[in-house]
């Protein structure tokens, strides 16, 4: 019994040393220079509060992406391909508790140079291609990155459960917690209606 917990115990440091070690930087910038000479491999493990989400999300686990990204020299395509994995708290629409999404992502982008520094990609690029992204001079934030694709991957009905109840609209309770009855009470007040007639 008391080696068991002794074996967890280290098992769980040696996480944590791991963990501390690989953040080494919460802020990476994709420099263009440095691209020019070689794709960059990033992989992050960013605490809670790097990257800053809307105040109706608690972010709940550091945020932790993995990928690579290439500079295709010829046409100044910039591609960032990886993957993400944070746990967001938000609230329910339906019963308005607080609930964790995990949200994990996959992603491959394309990046080109702004128009303003690259005059006539304006004809190139649709407006309608949500796929394409624009960077400006000498290059990218990853963290801007990362951030733009936890809230395109947040889903649009924000459910605790997908048989979650809701609140009752009659008296306002959490009818996930109880029983209210109230929509029983209503359909017997309309056939006692009928029957009066
Ligand atoms: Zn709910
Ligand atoms: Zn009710």
């Avoid at 996930?176 to 009470?185: I, K, L, P």
């Amino acid at each position: 019994m008391r080696g068991e917990s002794l074996r967890t115990q280290g098992g769980l440091s040696y996480t944590k040393e791991v963990r501390s070690r690989e953040v080494v930087a919460v802020c990476m910038f994709l420099d263009i220079r440095e691209l020019e000479q070689k794709s960059i491999q990033f992989e992050q493990a960013l605490p809670v509060g790097v990257i800053l989400f809307d105040p109706e999300f608690e972010q709940q686990s550091p945020l932790t992406a993995s990928g690579i990204v290439e500079l295709h020299v010829s046409t100044e395509e910039l591609r960032v391909r990886g993957k993400l994995q944070v746990s967001l708290r938000m609230e329910c629409d339906r019963c308005t508790e607080p609930f964790d999404k995990n949200i994990e992502e996959e992603f491959d982008l394309i990046y080109v140079p702004a128009p303003e520094t690259s005059p006539g990609s304006e004809v190139a690029i649709g407006p309608n291609d949500s796929h394409v992204g624009f960077y400006e001079g000498p290059g990218l934030e990853l963290n801007d990155i990362l951030q733009e694709q936890v809230l395109l991957a947040l889903p649009l009905q924000r459910v605790c459960s997908e048989d979650c109840q809701g609140i009752c609209p009659i008296c306002g309770q959490n009818r996930n917690e109880t029983e209210c009855h109230c929509r029983t009470q209503l359909s017997d007040e309309r056939w006692s209606a009928l029957k009066n007639l």
